[in-house]
Nanobody
């Protein structure tokens, strides 16, 4: 069974950077797309970024374009989210997710595989 484990969250000042990692185990053959979502207290889980496991195609939410970069290292079975120019409104629990569906998707319902989440807190 596919397992996803996030790491790299923490406390950072506004304008700073963090790099999140998502380690994938159990076989990447069952995953075609990987994505990052985030959820702030009292809010719905929201799409952040998506990447094909093959690596070339990416798509970002408008709120993070130009600041966040999603990437992957297939040899290490790891997906990353580089977050620069962080803002207090980026504060949330960040989740990585995977799906065997070929078509890209920005909805949580499209993803059967989820990590447990890692907290990102951006202070003013």
């Amino acid at each position: 069974q596919v397992q996803l484990v996030e790491s790299g969250g923490g406390l950072v000042q506004a304008g700073g950077s963090l790099r999140l990692s998502c380690a994938v185990s159990g076989g990447t053959f069952s995953i075609y797309n990987m994505a990052w979502f985030r959820q702030a207290p009292g809010k719905e889980r929201a799409f952040v970024a998506i990447i094909r496991w093959s690596g070339a195609s990416t798509y970002y939410a408008d709120s993070v374009k130009g600041r966040f970069t999603i990437s992957r290292d297939n040899a290490e079975n790891t997906v990353y989210l580089q977050m620069n120019s962080l803002k207090p409104e980026d504060t949330a629990v960040y989740y990585c997710a995977g799906t065997p569906v070929v078509e890209g998707a920005t909805t949580t319902r499209a993803y059967p595989y989820w990590g447990q989440g890692t907290q990102v807190t951006v202070s003013s």
